[in-house]
């Protein structure tokens, strides 16, 4: 069953293609200029810190839906183990398994593909079993630098949190800007804040993977017209889900990913944060979220630090 | 077999043990404030950037010789995998397994113990097998964004690379700073450059693992002197290696992480950072390299990303 | 909280310790010798064979209950990977992470300790995290194949399915024994069937964990007496839980692997072989179930196969 | 570059597929009937037991040669934890992350593939990163448990090992055959010594790893004529190699596993077995060696037993 028209056409509209040369494999992550880091830096004023990553463990959000995706493990090779003299040094050492995109991470470009695509045009063969993501991986982003803006859509809104399923506007997106004061610029890092993960904080886990407010096919062009580097959302699925057309599953990870280039955040804890802006009324910040360069990874990790 | 008197005489002298409070887990990293912090942004000035992280992949610098930390391991658990429409949205998905120390980290005040005690004399039974380090993990310390200080010791003494096994003094990390036209204060992170990763990039894992030249005895008092949050280097063992008394293995491990309470990083990726250092002359930076939350972990992989 | 006087009072009566020498790690598989082999190998008459093990998968009997104790996690690192030549060879290539005691397993004798001690009067302290299980170990048994005894306590009590938290007692087991026409002698393994696994198969994994019918404080004895090998259940748990007594968690645990020295398996599927054994009228037969030799480990997965 | 003709001629003399019908995923194990097991119950005589699977351990014989193919690592998530009561039951409980093909293992059928085609006409693209082998995988073998026959090539040709990179031949076989006065029937399992382990137990991984003697072009059609159910050998790479022809890498997993369905195994430890057979003349016994049922499996580790 192909993807409808309307899918296609939005595709068209947005996609970056060759923007960066036939070889590019960060798409809009080239928009973070020196210049727009300094600009970023500029609005450091406290020095106050927030991380919005939620914390590595067995009890995270992951709750089955994606096959193979676990929270976690932690486990331990040494407590204490003497080096040569008992009475010496003696040491503790871990190991961690997880799945790239259990917990707060980045997708890579690399992350969705379809029509045998993905970013730039690359084949979606350029993904390998041997060696993960040849093409638009995450190691081919070094860091992330730039300013952060917080879009409280929720806020905006009037209300804590946005209903599960409800479906992101232009308009949506335009009011939370006018309430952040902010006026969105090419290479910004957008933080979508939907108030979804106060479900998970409350323990109800499926609730925050399902249903999901989100982004929308009438957002996509909001920010491919803003040339955002990034989008990052305090939720599961990201995007609004289910979805908006029966006939198309999952349509802003695609237009995001593989047609804009758009690298898109997931679980980024931002109730601290917004609760700051609310109250000093900056929306904007130095933003640090720089991936982990997992050779190949299609996702990864990321301890997102805002500096305000 | 006790540590040696002179081990002990310096422990006192360095040790940091209830300055903040008898619940601290973070030790130095209390130091960086936000005054601290907005020092470290006013060193921005082009917005230029640099990765100080190796690749996690297979080929890491592991070679066996601390068992059960292996080289990342990336699988993949989805590869273009179709969700409901195989016309549609396609998805790749992966998994890593890794040392926590595997390759560019921090090691957690919790990663050493003497005399049945780490950092701030909470009992070495404090790291478990069930919850890894449940006093001074890595997931205590949310962020690490400060003033980063290139000490190029390597430069200072106009070699490219330090002999294996070399011993840095007082008198080292001076001259480091005066190239650097840096005094060091309260809450900087040191990156300090031997040049023994150069070993690494030129295939030889074995040299650069060991001997290793880095930090010693001569140097623990003059990094409390300092008052320097973290300190890190361009090394696998971190400080000098075979040690100086062959009575008292890994030394600076256990003043700095047990009694200072200092964070330590190795493996920085330090070269290109030294060469633009050392072409416009300016070593101070701001420095993002805040842990991944492993909840207990011992160490943490780190991405830091240096803003000149 | 010290466990209570009746614990203690049967510790003594089944305990092993010295039985076989102060070195010993394996307990009651000494008791397999080759005359006991040559015994289980003359049941076998027809060729028959029976898999007893849960399918390795991410859809495994485990929910959460026990931290880190993850279903099998099943990952590719290579598919039709060529080697040299595209038309030649190629090669698809796997990772497998699991619990050891994730499905159907063996609990090694060091699994279990109280009062300090694991079987034979060993330290507790001798599994460490380096090395895990430094004594009894399942590598310490290199193999299992021995008479294998379906006691179908369930089909003996007339019922598909004993009630969860039924406590079995000796007369139960003699009764399984009659129904079976078996005399139970030294080296047997004894698989016990409740009819528990039922509820895993209908999809009711916290059924299927909790409350568990299983071997109790009054059927200890009975193993001991006719000096089994092994006792395998169709369980999680093992042994009845909710517990007899409230002061005396897991007792059954502790009294099998820390006091007799005796191996116990869980998560055997016995369902078909018990409906064979039910129609052909013969509980007895060649059991092979030996350990993965996994160096320290303190459980290890077993694919447990029966030929009638 | 495509494979020679003489590969092509003698894969068509070999080849399976078909034999046990359209669906069949399991080749040649099809041929350990209820019969053949008869058959190898009866060869046991004294009770004698030896297990031929190396042990699991970081120090296995991975060297990195297959990237991600790592050795397995035993890691600790409880170390005498307590339950409820520290004065009550305590447990100890572990992970292991491995190759399914680190150490003695069985390859799957699906573990190779050439022309686009694994066994029995089965497309390549059916073992996907989601599902692992959803064709041929070692889940689909629930037990091997038949007669096995040591083919002591190296002492058949007086040696205590043959040279790296000797191809056998079908009149070694013969020989082996002769010297252990057995006629290889349908459904009995080989084990084929070449001595190469000692290498190996003598600390040289590398040497060990290659060059190999082992089955080569020659053997491939005398291993179908005998009907063979499976071949193990007590070497890393499993055939011979350097190959025999520059021009074709690795043929015989491909005629054996593709061809004709006869599932392979590696690293079976047969020094102490040979020694024994050796002493008493009797190279035939009972074996089991049943796959762990990992589902997707293109290999998995396996425990071999041999009964005499």
Redesign the interface.
Known sequence: ???PDEFHELARRVRNWGRWGADDEIGTMNLV??????RA?AC?R??????L??????DGPQI?T?????N??????????P???P???????????????AATHWDAL??????GRIYNGFP??S????Q??TRCGV?KI??V?TRGVLLDVARAKGVDRLEGGYALTADDLDAAAELARVDVLPGDVVLLRTGQMQLLFAGDKLGYCVPNPGPSMQTVQWFRDHDVAAVATDSFTYEVFPPERE?????V??LHLVDTGMTQGQHFVLEPLAADCADDGVYEF?L?A??????????T?V?P?V?K
Chains 1, 2, 3, 4 share one sequence.
């Open positions: 069953m192909a993807l200029t020196d210049d727009v880091v300094r830096v450091v406290t020095g106050k810190r927030f991380s990553a939620l914390p590595l463990s067995g089955g994606v096959p193979g995706r676990i976690p493990l932690h486990t331990m090779i040494a407590i204490n183990a080096y040569l003299d009475d010496g040094f003696r040491t503790s050492d871990d190991v961690i398994v997880m799945a790239t995109q690399a992350h969705a593909s379809y029509g979606a063969e993904v390998t079993a041997e993960g993501a190691d070094p860091h630098v006939d198309c599953a999952l349509p990870h695609l130095l640090e720089s991936p982990q360069p997992i050779v190949g990874g299609t996702g990790p301890n630090v500096v």
